[in-house]
């Protein structure tokens, strides 16, 4: 796990589902995470301008399609990033529960926290936008899975609710389960 400023309950919602998980620096290299074998790399949460982090976007350049790839909130916008995308400011930012958000399958009601977000114009064709927030219509998740990555903006983990979105973490780890069996 990429730590930009991780919250205990998503390494305890990882851990729950059996997830053995190691913490690195957001500042650790693409060479020396994958030097640890790990199954996957998840890029957490962190405050602030994911733009000021460019280390974080070179290693998530690197990892890509060498590795499962999940990342949420800052760590969406650096998986963005990393995609060739852009990011901007939001004039008020998301903050609090009961933010509606469509994905492929239904309206999930979600958590956030973030006061950046994903400019769609700005993305290659190649990525999948996965998740709309329905009040401003920005980009809320994303894949491509041919690269065997895909993050969420919101708080899939958030306690004590909502739940909608913990399905994401089951995602992630039989995204894993497909690469190594690849």
């Given at each position: 796990m990429n730590d930009y400023g991780v919250k205990w309950?998503?390494?305890?919602?990882l851990q729950h589902l059996g997830c053995g998980i190691e913490v690195v620096s957001a500042k650790e290299s693409a060479q020396k995470i994958l030097e640890r074998k790990p199954h996957g790399v998840f890029l957490s949460n962190g405050p602030g301008d994911p733009s000021a982090a460019p280390y974080a976007v070179e290693t998530v350049k690197e990892l890509l399609g060498k590795i499962p790839v999940f990342g949420v909130c800052m760590g969406h916008q650096i998986l963005a990033l990393a995609l060739g995308g852009n990011t901007y400011k939001l004039k008020f930012g998301h903050r609090g529960g009961n933010q509606p958000v469509l994905s492929t399958k239904k309206v999930e009601i979600s958590s956030h926290n973030h006061g950046y977000a994903v400019d769609q114009m700005s993305l290659p064709k190649s990525v999948r936008v996965t998740h709309l927030n329905l009040n401003d219509k920005t980009i809320e998740?994303?894949?491509?899975?041919?690269?065997?990555?895909f993050s969420v903006q919101y708080h899939p983990e958030a306690a004590p609710g909502p739940h909608d979105s913990s399905y994401l973490f089951q995602e992630f780890i039989s995204l894993m389960k497909k690469f190594w069996s690849l």
């Open positions: 309950n998503l390494l305890r919602s998740g994303l894949s491509v899975p041919e690269l065997f990555c």
